[in-house]
């Protein structure tokens, strides 16, 4: 039997996590996965570490298949998932219904979670940005904390370290004990594709090549869906 590596993006891991535990127990192939954000992960690729699987935003998929780094045509869209605010359970639900209530919401609130930018989660590097254009930047830093690099925002809600806490909506789903309150309004959220492929010095490729298709199965969508993320 195969021993797989993967680096996996913790956007999609509320439903993968399950995912690669029955396919290792369906295919008696070990697997064992590397979690942080995908740019994290994308950088220590960059640097020389290798996998057999990858499964990534499809940006940093797209940005080490240039690099010669993806096994051609072995790229698969899995899903994809926008960006959410969640609260605590059984915590106020403020207004993020539109662009102005999110807001006053915002500059309402006592302190918030997301991703530190230079960790270069995508809804943290997003999010700054939005802050920025929206012209509250200022006023939301020092009420900003972030959790550990490659972390859940929401954890900060259980802590009470965060009233609200901003990421992928799957990540916060992960995170047991908070509730989702919205999506960020209409055109002002961020959507994100993620993919797998096998990196081409992939030790045990048929079994890499069995571990991407199974996350494409009727289960794996249902798992995804179930999880927060839109199958592809």
């Known amino acids: 039997m195969a021993e797989l590596?993967?680096?996996?993006?913790?956007?999609?891991?509320?439903?993968?996590?399950?995912l690669y535990a029955q396919f290792a127990a369906a295919s008696g192939h070990k697997v064992a996965v590397t979690w942080g954000t995908a740019p994290m992960l994308v950088r220590r690729i960059e640097g020389g570490e290798t996998a057999d699987v990858l499964v990534l935003s499809r940006a940093g998929l797209d940005a080490l298949d240039k690099q010669g780094k993806v096994v051609p045509g072995s790229e698969v869209a899995l899903a994809s998932s926008g960006v959410g605010i969640a609260v605590k359970a059984g915590a106020r639900k403020p207004d993020i219904s539109t662009p102005e209530a999110l807001k006053r919401t915002l500059l309402d609130t006592k302190s918030i979670s997301?991703?530190?930018?230079?960790?270069?989660?995508?809804s943290g590097v997003y999010f700054e940005k939005l802050i920025e254009r929206m012209g509250i930047a200022a006023e939301m830093r020092p009420k900003t904390k972030y959790p550990p690099a490659g972390g859940f925002t929401a954890t900060l809600l259980i802590s009470g370290d965060a009233e609200l806490a901003v990421q992928q909506k799957p990540e916060l789903l992960h995170v047991a004990g908070v509730e989702i309150i919205g999506m960020l309004p209409g055109d002002l959220n961020l959507i994100t594709a993620f993919a797998a492929g096998l990196m081409p010095d992939c030790k045990h490729a048929d079994a890499g090549k069995a571990l991407i298709a199974s996350l494409r199965s009727p289960s794996a969508v249902a798992a995804f869906r179930a999880k927060g993320l839109d199958p592809a």
Request: charge should be negative; aromatic fraction near 8%.
């Open 5 to 18: 590596t993967v680096y996996s993006t913790i956007g999609v891991r509320a439903a993968a996590e399950d």
């Open 114 to 122: 997301y991703s530190e930018p230079s960790a270069g989660g995508a």
